[in-house]
């Protein structure tokens, strides 16, 4: 995907600006849609926007809207700690499984959370009783809130598992060919924990002098990510593009040419649970610094059509806080219209959160960026849109080393080079000789 750090998104060829269509008219701004409600200490946002999070999502072409999302603040009852995630469905009933992990895996993540912290604290009670200074017991309460960064990882771990067990067990949700993807995000003090199952994402921007840069904080969990396939050609399962789409990669059962999973980890989807799909997320860790100024959280239908450079730059360009997930929305939609224009635009869904209290640029800030830009921009209007995916997913060299140190901690062992391409034209004949060699 594309590196360009201007105010405007280039799609086939044109230049488009950022906060001057008559589109946005910010009504809802004024409305507050919110779908909130109170659980257990914390307050649950479904739609909506606060000091610190704007959320929209809006549905496509291809029926009903299967992407949710949810925000979770003062999580666990701590006052400051924020969840964020956000669900993508697919298959007969995704909005019904995506809907169900929205509502439920906060929940038992939240119950993880706290068993470990109670760990914690019963040995700072065996080891720190008689040790304690007087700055010590003042800040307490701060320290033993705080989790090792294993402890973050065997949290995530463990509710994504018994998520995805009570999801098997849900007589109300047949998600035998239907799942979901998450990415999901806590903000605890200075640290940033991210959970990713599936190709949804998560970048974080910062700002280097007067320039924005993404950080790509998730890697899209693809079938063609070679120890994902791996995994999955050792249960049998199959991996190939269809002669009709080349460049994505899916999942196959072995005697059966179904059901065709775009994604190497997901919720649900249990005909291929045998198979190699898993339901066991990348877990990612990152101290936020000073120069860290927003986090995004969307689905698919954001990545397919802007780069990680255009979404930074059309959530800085915000007027208002409140309506930044609205503005890149809107923004993803019109890139769908024009990229794909035969084709049904995917449903979409975004969460920022903003990491201090700084405003983002003004209007007018953001128009007169866009106008010492344009020439710039102009020159390379025709955008590169899979060069993200190439850069955290594809390249290894200088580039990748330098975008991946910036993780600054956390990060479960997964190989982010890319298959050789297949045949394009790859018969099932072919796959199944494969896998029988293997």
């Keep these: 995907m594309g590196g360009c750090c201007s105010h405007d998104v280039s799609v086939r060829g044109k230049v488009e600006s950022e906060g001057d269509d008559g589109e946005y008219d910010y009504e809802d701004e004024k409305s507050n849609d919110h779908v909130t409600y109170e659980n257990d200490g914390s307050m649950v946002k479904l739609r909506g926007f606060s000091k610190a999070v704007s959320m929209y999502t809006q549905q496509g072409k291809k029926g009903i809207n299967q992407d949710s999302m949810t925000v979770w603040e003062d999580y666990t009852g701590e006052q400051g700690m924020i969840l964020c995630g956000v669900f993508d469905g697919h298959g007969p009933l995704g909005h019904k499984v995506s809907q169900f992990i929205r509502d439920n895996l906060p929940l038992k993540l939240a119950a ?31 320290r033993r809130n705080n989790i090792s960064l294993a402890s973050w990882e065997g949290c995530f771990l463990k509710s994504f598992d018994e998520m995805d067990e009570h999801l098997a067990q849900e007589i109300n949700t047949d998600s035998y060919c239907s799942g979901c993807t998450a990415v999901t995000l806590i903000k605890q003090g200075d640290q940033l924990i991210v959970g990713n199952l599936g190709d949804s994402r998560a970048i974080l921007c910062t700002r280097d002098r007067d320039q924005l840069i993404p950080v790509q904080l998730t890697v899209d969990l693809k079938p063609d990510i070679p120890s994902e396939a791996s995994r999955i050609f050792n249960c049998e399962g199959r991996v190939f593009a269809a002669e009709e789409e080349p460049d994505v990669y899916r999942i196959w059962m072995p005697d059966d040419d179904c059901p065709g999973l775009a994604m190497s980890r997901a919720f649900g989807d249990f005909c291929l649970k045998d198979y190699g799909l898993i339901a066991a997320p990348d877990v990612f860790y990152r ?71 700084q405003p983002v640029l003004s209007h007018s800030q953001s128009s007169m960026n866009r106008k010492s830009r344009h020439h710039r921009s102009s020159k390379r209007a025709k955008s590169q849109r899979n060069e993200d995916n190439e850069t955290v997913a594809g390249k290894v060299g200088v580039e990748l080393d330098e975008e991946w140190k910036a993780l600054g901690g956390l990060a479960r062992a997964n190989s982010i080079s890319r298959l050789p391409r297949l045949a394009r034209i790859m018969s099932k004949r072919q796959s199944s000789k494969r896998l029988n060699g293997s």
């Design 112 to 142: 993880a959370i706290k068993m470990a912290q109670q760990k914690a604290n019963r040995y700072y009670d065996a080891t720190d009783a008689d040790t304690e200074t007087f700055e010590d017991v003042h800040n307490v309460s701060n």
């Design 287 to 357: 101290k936020i610094t000073k120069q860290d100024e927003f986090v995004v959280l969307a689905t698919d239908g954001i990545w397919d059509v802007l780069t990680n450079s255009e979404v930074v730059n059309i959530v800085a360009s915000a007027p208002r806080k409140s309506i930044a997930a609205k503005l890149l929305v809107k923004r993803a939609v019109r890139a769908w219209r024009y990229k794909y224009p035969g084709s049904k635009v995917d449903d979409c869904a975004a969460i920022c959160l903003f990491l201090d209290d």
